[in-house]
């Protein structure tokens, strides 16, 4: 039977409604049956609670930049699920989607008949990338995790050229573990004997936990630490620093973000490339270049005059959001624009939002999907910790068209959910495109 593109995806998304979460000998299965095509690619594999979106963004710019042919697999996707798989950081084409997918399906369909369970959306989503970026003669693969790490489909591959873990809070507790320090572990994980592992050292509960594991496995480790870099300029457009460590002393850096965590995220990318590139193959000027000019969507990403996209969609997020929200309010009007989905502690996002920066107006609007919060709700809530005046708009075209209003000549930032940030993305291209 053969399926056009349309099909392939509708199939894709249909998935999560009759399987469950496999073994990780499943998806090697699945990898087996498509001749391995992990082993063939140089893969730096990124976990993480916060940041490994931009981390591997930060990566892939960096190796594109320097000539590599580089893979991107990265999730959630915003508008369209080609943007999960990139090839030279443009999502591959229909016709390259459907090619890989014909194959996995295959492989699948053979699984079933031989009784292994159906794989996951993720799990195929997975298998599709390698068949995809194999196929397309990728050198590099920038990998990031799904949920967690230890038990990721990701993890089947066997010796990536590194490691690197981002910062790490509580998220996904109900799977992950309650502490920091349980989510740490299930985040090192994915480490492997002898890869190098670069990780982000700023909460020591964590980092005890990465080095412990890396130390078992008798890995090379570069911590970043916060004394490691220094902040020189910072603009509402742009942050200057210096990372001092080794080839990058005294080499100022920009990164083209508002937020101060971004300058974190960067510095773990630079200390990445210099594991896997000790012969500095690629230059110092293509990899700053490379951070110079990242972009990566919905990360306090500026999308039209005054208005700010931001994925943060847990505690720790919303706690980064807020710091560069103080930071560009302090001569400013400040709207914001919220959602969330079911599942993530929003009451302490909007908790934190309310208590650490001053909107002068919020609208609040629903995802349209089977994980909403309904707008009442979360006025309920916005009006527990605000007097700012609190707007619930249910469709969230006429919600941004409210705060657009709102707005003025302030500022309007919209937070709380990736899948806010895509459909927002969405109602813009239309509004730029009528």
């Known amino acids: 039977m053969t399926l056009n593109y349309e099909e392939a995806v ?14 990780l000998e499943n998806t090697v299965e699945l990898m087996e049956r498509l001749g391995r095509p992990d082993r063939n690619l140089k893969i730096i594999h990124v976990a993480g609670t916060n940041g490994k979106g931009s981390v591997c963004a930060f990566l892939s710019s960096i190796l594109v930049r320097s000539g590599r042919r580089t893979g991107l697999f990265t999730s959630p996707h915003l508008v369209k699920i080609n943007e999960r798989f990139q090839i030279d950081n443009e999502p591959i084409s229909d016709e390259e989607f459907l090619s890989a997918y014909m194959k996995v399906q295959a492989a699948v369909k053979g699984m079933l008949e031989e009784g292994f369970p159906h794989p ?20 590099y693969v920038v990998l990031e995790t799904g949920l967690g790490g230890r038990l990721d489909a990701t993890n089947t591959i066997e010796h990536p050229a590194a490691v690197v873990i981002t910062s790490i809070s ?50 090379e480790t570069v911590p970043l630490r916060r004394k490691m870099y220094e902040i020189l ?14 080839y990058y002393e005294n080499v100022k850096v920009t990164v083209p973000y508002l937020a101060e965590y971004q300058v974190v995220n960067s510095s773990l990318a630079l200390l990445a490339v210099e594991t896997f590139d000790k012969e500095h193959d690629i230059p110092l000027q293509v990899r700053l270049e490379g951070i110079q000019n990242t972009a990566w969507q919905g990360r306090m990403e500026t999308v039209m005059p005054g208005v700010v996209l931001d994925g943060a969609h847990n505690a720790a997020g919303v706690q980064e959001f807020v710091k560069t929200v103080q930071r560009l309010q302090e001569n400013r009007r400040v709207v914001i624009l919220f959602s969330a989905v079911a599942e993530k502690n929003y009451e302490k996002m909007i908790e934190t939002i309310c208590r650490s920066t001053r909107p002068s107006a919020v609208v609040v609007t629903q995802i349209d999907n089977d994980r909403v919060v309904p707008v009442q ?19 969230i075209e006429d ?21 806010l940030v895509g459909e927002l ?10």
């Open 10 to 23: 509708e199939y894709i998304l249909s998935v999560p409604k009759f399987t469950k979460k496999n073994k």
């Open 120 to 139: 996951t959306y993720f799990e195929l989503l997975f298998a599709l990338s390698m068949t995809a970026f194999e196929k397309a003669g990728v050198e």
């Open 170 to 219: 509580l998220d996904h507790t109900e799977i992950l573990g309650d502490t920091v320090e349980k989510i740490a572990w299930e985040k090192a994980g994915i480490i492997k004997p002898g890869v190098p592992v670069i990780y982000d050292a700023g909460d020591e509960r964590a980092a005890e936990v990465i080095e412990k594991r890396a130390a078992q496995l008798g890995c």
């Open 233 to 246: 300029v910072n603009t509402d457009k742009s942050i200057d620093f210096c990372l001092h460590y080794g």
């Open 377 to 395: 709700k979360l006025s309920e809530i916005f009006r527990k910790y605000t007097d700012a005046p609190v707007t619930p708009v249910e469709v």
């Open 399 to 419: 919600a941004f068209e409210e705060a657009l209003k709102e707005k003025q000549d302030g500022m309007l930032f919209c937070v709380g959910s990736l899948y």
């Open 425 to 434: 993305k969405s109602v813009i291209r239309r509004r730029t495109h009528d």
